[in-house]
């Protein structure tokens, strides 16, 4: 199975400030297609998780262009370029490259 | 706009099966190149995935399940199910359901709650 390492567990920002995550892969996620087979997600308290970026560093519709993807094969980051409020959550990868598709454990997000 | 809705029972007794259905708007369960994905969460913990069906009607599913998941799609209802067996309190969870593949975005469910007990 492909293990997937987020860092750091948790982070404390102030707001407009900017924020990174890393995403480590036990595996390359970088398909024959040219493309990263790698998710992120942010799921607010009580709410579903919501795309952030998909395929490593495309944005999902709706989302700020604050939020950005980068990375190739095992390592990725998101990064925030201003935190605002509504950001506050647990934030994850997630491969989606070979079954069994797997998470990130979550790096957990608060406004200072 | 492509919408899933997760249904089912709420609360379903142990050792009995739960059932849940995915209703699909605006895209056909059996349009390529897309792909049909059980998740699911206990309540505070992380993203667990259960099973997928894929356009070519091939299934995988988590080992950690142990056989007792079960996918499939109602074509005609425009459907796409989830049927878990033999259930305990671990089973307990948020379910999910997704829409992947393609140059397009993951799409997820709303989510539905059910309780083992």
């Known amino acids: 199975d492909i293990v997937l390492t987020q860092s750091p567990l948790s982070l404390s920002v102030t707001p407009g400030e900017p924020a990174s995550i890393s995403c480590r892969s036990s595996?390359?996620?970088?398909?024959?297609?040219?493309?990263?087979?790698l998710d992120w997600y942010l799921q607010r308290p009580g709410q579903t998780p919501q795309v952030l970026m998909f395929a490593g560093s495309f944005r999902a519709p709706g989302v700020p262009d604050r939020f950005s993807g980068s990375g190739s094969g095992t390592y990725f980051t998101l990064k925030i370029s201003r935190v605002e409020a509504e950001d506050v959550g647990v934030y994850y990868c997630?491969?989606?490259?070979?079954?069994?598709?797997?998470f990130g454990g979550g790096t957990k997000v608060e406004i200072k | 706009q492509l919408q899933l809705q997760e249904s089912g029972p709420g609360l379903v007794r142990p050792s009995e099966t739960l059932s849940l259905t995915c209703t699909v708007s605006d895209v056909s369960v059996v349009s390529r190149p897309y792909y049909w994905v059980w998740i699911r969460q206990p309540l505070g913990k992380g993203l667990d995935w259960i099973g997928s069906?894929?356009?070519?009607?091939?299934?995988f599913y988590n080992p950690s399940l142990r056989s007792r998941a079960t996918v499939s799609i109602d074509m005609p209802r425009n459907q796409f199910s989830l049927r878990l067996s033999y259930v305990t309190a671990a089973d307990t969870a948020i379910y999910y359901c997704v829409k992947r593949g393609g140059p397009t975005a993951p799409v997820w469910g709303q989510g539905i709650l059910v309780t083992v007990s």
């Open positions: 997630m491969q989606a490259l070979q079954n069994p598709l797997t």
């Open positions: 595996q390359s996620l970088l398909h024959r297609t040219g493309y990263n087979y």
């Open positions: 069906y894929y356009d070519d009607g091939r299934t």
